[in-house]
Structure formats: C-alpha cells, structure tokens
C-alpha cells in the first residue's frame, strides 16, 4: 500500500507505505516535503490508508513515532499510545494504535 501526494508531472512530495497483516494495517512511512505541511496532506494520505484498511477488513492501524517527530499529529488523527521507549537515542519512542470502526 503506498497513496502517493505527486503532482500532474509525476514529482513526488508526500507519501505512505504500508503493509496489511491479518486484521490489521501497519504504517511504516509516512512524509510530506515540508513546505506541503500545513495544508492538511498527511491528514488526507492517512485517511487513504484507513479506507484502504477498512476495505481489506482491517481491525485497526498500528505505526511508531520518535518524540521529535508527528507524535502530536497523529493525536489529532485519533490514535492513542499503548507504549513507549524512553531515552530511545536521547528521544522517546511511541507506539501507536487506531481501532477502526466498519461502519464509519
């Protein structure tokens, strides 16, 4: 799985990889080039990936993020905590999930 944020002329700015197992969708990347960022791209790559998840019966989206990163980003997309590394490189290291409802 892999929604790309490209323009018309094929340029890459943005993108997710992820990969289905079992009943659940694992984010391994995500990035959007900085100057894209505040314009709600992320949002969107990630709401691509829980429609893509919710159609392959996925029960939720498991991803990681260090504490210098997006923690606070994917918050606001509704994913909660179930652990965390600290002093992970001098940083904390989070884990997180999103359950994921079939009929929204």
């Keep these: 799985m892999n929604p790309l944020l490209q323009d018309e002329a094929g340029?890459?700015?943005?993108?997710?990889?992820?990969?289905?197992?079992?009943?659940?969708?694992?984010?391994?990347?995500?990035?959007v080039e900085e100057a894209y960022r505040t314009f709600g791209y992320g949002k969107q790559l990630l709401s691509t990936a829980e429609r893509m998840a919710k159609e392959k019966k996925c029960d939720f989206i498991k991803l990681d993020t260090l504490s210098f990163q997006?923690?606070?980003?994917?918050l606001k997309q509704g994913f909660e905590v179930f652990g965390t590394i600290p002093n992970a490189g001098s940083y904390s290291h989070y884990y997180l999930t999103k359950e994921l409802s079939q009929n929204s």
């Design 70 to 74: 997006a923690l606070d980003f994917y």
């Design 11 to 31: 340029n890459i700015y943005g993108g997710l990889v992820g990969e289905i197992c079992w009943n659940w969708l694992e984010v391994q990347y995500l990035f």
